[in-house]
């Protein structure tokens, strides 16, 4: 499985961008899906995570109310809507996903600045 996460740049405080990760080779072996970021000097941590049919989500505290995940399973890609932005979500956000064999893919991050 192959993941390449688009649509970062930089933006002013308050905000929009969506991120979208496009999955590529063995799909239909994917489960769960995330999305992680990684701030300067700080450790990746789970944003939003997804099932595989996209019924349940979960959310970091810091991002719930402002960021949606979400998955198109017929395009083999996946979501983060983010809205409200704050100069503390600047980070690198990674996308994630697990086969049905427990293995974890990474992409390799997309940039997101949120300027102040």
């Known amino acids: 499985v192959q993941l390449v996460e688009s649509g970062g740049g930089l933006v002013q405080a308050g905000g929009s961008l969506r991120l979208s990760c496009a999955a590529s080779g063995s799909t239909f072996s994917i489960n769960a899906m995330g999305w992680y970021r990684q701030a300067p000097g700080k450790q990746r941590e789970l944003v939003a995570a997804i099932t595989s049919g996209g019924g349940i989500t979960n959310y970091v505290d810091s991002v719930k109310g402002r960021f949606t995940i979400s998955r198109d399973n017929a395009k083999n890609t996946m979501y983060l809507q983010m809205n409200s932005l704050k100069a503390e979500d600047t980070a690198v956000y990674y996308c994630?996903?697990?086969?049905?064999?427990?293995?974890?893919?990474w992409g390799k991050g997309t940039l997101v600045t949120v300027s102040s």
């Open positions: 994630r996903s697990v086969g049905e064999d427990g293995t974890a893919y």
